[in-house]
């Protein structure tokens, strides 16, 4: 069965770096996600991607985050100038097509900021 | 705020009852209901999805929707230890500019004791 699948699994970084999360979506699928999950908390939204551009974006997503498709099979989330509240599993999802598909998650990328 | 709220738990079942989880969310316009199992540790897992008030069955799971009350429940038939686990209840506005933005619900712990 065609599943999500995240790279790396676990991330470690330094407080202040950058990082490239990086997720390849199910092969037919056009709708693309980030989520995240702090230890503990709630499955949080953070961005949806249609059709090569940004669908919505949770409060979360501010100008520390981007996403890029830059080919056909990957979908990056770049968090930018880490912070120790960033630490939390990061979920990539795709759905589709047609709408109201439900969504596929990938196993995740643990992000530990230090 | 729109809300999607769940039971914590833990709920304790035994081996081969019925288990239920109960659901309920805030925003009427709510098209689209999905339940995913999560694992500790592990990503969320698609287990059913609803878009109809009724009943819906797929092998041991049953989801039941009643958007007047604006509730949804997961039942799960002869509960096995591998169901084990956190189920959580994603809500999907379903508006067209919405782009499939799901809202988790905290979720319910079930363990199935032997």
């Known amino acids: 069965e065609p599943e999500v699948t995240q790279t790396p699994s676990h991330q470690v970084t330094q407080m202040g770096q950058e990082v490239i999360l990086r997720c390849v979506p199910i092969?037919?699928?056009?709708?693309f996600y980030w989520y995240r999950q702090i230890l503990g908390q709630k499955v949080e939204f953070l961005v949806s991607?249609?059709?090569?551009?940004?669908?919505?974006k949770s409060e979360i997503f501010d100008d520390q985050f981007s996403v890029e498709r830059p080919d056909g099979s990957n979908f990056t989330l770049k968090i930018r100038s880490t912070k120790l509240e960033d630490s939390a599993m990061y979920f990539c999802?795709?759905?589709?097509?047609?709408?109201?598909?439900?969504?596929?998650f990938g196993d995740g990328t643990r992000l530990s900021i230090l | 705020q729109k809300e999607v709220e769940q039971n914590s738990g833990p709920l304790s079942v035994p081996e081969g009852a019925i288990a239920s989880l109960n659901c309920t969310y805030s925003d009427r316009g709510s098209q689209s209901f999905f339940w995913y199992r999560q694992y500790s540790g592990k990503s969320p897992e698609l287990i059913m999805f609803i878009y109809s008030n009724g009943d819906k069955e797929d092998g041991r799971f049953t989801a039941q929707l009643n958007k007047a009350s604006q509730y949804v429940s997961l039942l799960i038939r002869d509960s096995q230890p591998s169901d084990s686990a956190t189920y959580l209840c994603?809500?999907?506005?379903?508006?067209?500019?919405?782009?499939?933005?799901?809202?988790f619900g905290a979720g319910t712990q079930v363990v199935v004791t032997p």
């Open positions: 092969s037919n699928h056009l709708y």
């Open positions: 991607f249609y059709n090569n551009e940004i669908s919505e």
């Open positions: 994603a809500v999907h506005e379903g508006t067209t500019d919405s782009w499939g933005k799901l809202q």
């Open positions: 999802a795709s759905a589709g097509p047609g709408s109201n598909q439900p969504q596929h």
